[in-house]
């Protein structure tokens, strides 16, 4: 980017509304800045000196939608943060959105003078942006694109990804591989989808910043993935902590509006040409995120058990036909959950009475009553192998489902 020219372009506007004025990326990462005015507040101190305003500040801007802006728009203080009121105008090339250009201004006081003088600037910064970032969207889409294809299931796409990341000397020669995928789960897609995006896309890249790793990130779909070269097994601990802290990043852009998970797939043993494994092991294991036992937002693949293969049937096919018929009369017959609870708990304690009694805080006598009404609705027999194995496998996808 012609980081002079816009230099000049921030601080003739500057000087012109005597406010202080800066240019930021689409994610909220400071590009540059003019002097301050005395107008200045905790916020744009930080973003000046580290380069960063920090997520919590970031995320309240992008809560604003204002990746959807077309002219400009306030954003609203905020005390905790010690953030003051701003204009924030998108600048916007062939409907792109290059960055940024953020005002403060604590009254709401600027003149439509003012206003207009920063529509025009971005007018001028769009052209002045737009070269460099199509040239390193251009990368960016090239390698994202490579990478998507070399954690593909087919042997003929993960081919032609590898050549395409060996051609842009992308192509990692460690010897093992491993998968965090972490995902958004919006509570409402159309407010927060593309925000999501932008809380991920900020997450992958500030973990993939610390050097002492081989890293490579994209999105496919709605998850980040995050793919780690080594050339010797990563503990378990040190692959959780990258998940929390993609999260944790995540989490802080979006201020709390959305739930966020992760799961992490077995180290695979082969490098990038074997990093699909743990691709598609980390997406079963992130599908399973909040709905297992204890609720844990990050899910190792190997911690799954039987859980494990049912994790990557397609999400499309989970729905009631897979249960089978004694589970769907027992949850139909059983509004309250205490029975398919009891069920539950008797079946992952491998049909101690004893331990589920325990784990219930149920007397001995109600856990037998509550089994034999759980064999009535049934019909099956809870002593037979078979029989637990099918409740047992049927309460799986029940819990998967959601």
């Known amino acids: 980017m012609p980081g002079g020219r816009l230099q000049d372009v921030v601080d003739d506007l500057a000087e012109r ?4 004025v800066a240019v930021n990326d689409p994610r909220v990462h400071i590009l540059c800045a003019s002097r301050h005015f005395g107008d200045e507040d905790r916020v744009r101190v930080r973003a000046v000196l580290q380069r960063d305003a920090g997520s919590a500040a970031a995320g309240h801007i992008l809560a604003q939608g204002v990746d959807r802006w077309t002219a400009p728009g306030v954003i609203p203080p905020r005390a905790d943060l010690g ?25 709401g006081d ?18 002045l942006m737009y070269q460099d970032f199509a040239a390193g969207d251009t990368e960016r889409t090239a390698r ?18 590898r050549d395409a990341l060996a051609r842009g000397g992308w192509l990692p020669s460690s010897r093992y591989a491993t998968v965090t995928v972490a995902t ?34 994209c999105l496919i779909g709605p998850h980040g993935v995050l793919l780690t070269f080594s050339d010797r097994p990563l503990p378990d601990e040190s692959l959780g902590a990258r998940a929390s802290a993609l999260l944790e990043q995540a989490r802080s852009v979006l201020a709390g509006t959305a739930q966020c998970v992760a799961g992490i797939g077995e180290t695979a043993d082969g490098g990038a040409e074997a990093a699909w494994m743990s691709y598609e092991q980390a997406t079963g294991a992130a599908r399973t995120a909040g709905v297992r036992p204890g609720g844990d937002d990050i899910v190792h693949w190997e911690q799954l058990g039987a859980l494990a293969p049912l994790s990557l049937l397609p999400p499309d096919r989970l729905t009631p036909a897979l249960l089978p018929g004694p589970l769907r009369t027992l949850l139909a017959q059983d509004p309250s959950g205490r029975l ?21 805080h149920l007397h001995r006598t109600s856990l037998y009553y509550r089994l034999q009404r759980i064999t009535e609705l049934t019909g099956l027999d809870l002593a037979d192998g078979d029989n637990r194995l099918t409740l047992h496998l049927g309460l799986r996808l029940h819990a998967l489902m959601g």
């Open 17 to 20: 509304i005597g406010r202080s």
């Open 110 to 127: 600027l003149p439509t003078s003012s206003i207009d003088a920063v529509t025009a600037a971005t007018h001028t910064l769009a052209p």
């Open 83 to 107: 953030m003051r009121a701003r204009l924030c105008a998108p600048i916007r090339w062939r409907h792109h959105l290059l960055g940024l250009l953020v005002v403060i201004d604590p009254d």
């Open 184 to 217: 958004v789960a919006a509570d409402s897609p159309a407010d927060h989808g593309g925000a999501a995006e932008v809380a991920l896309r900020t997450g992958l890249e500030r973990v993939a910043a610390d050097r002492s790793w081989r890293t490579e990130f």
């Open 144 to 161: 994202e694109g490579a990478l998507r294809q070399l954690l593909d299931s087919s042997d003929t796409v993960r081919e032609t990804g």
């Open 340 to 360: 398919t609870e009891t069920l539950t708990a008797y079946l992952d304690h491998a049909g101690s009475a004893p331990r589920t009694a325990h784990a219930l």
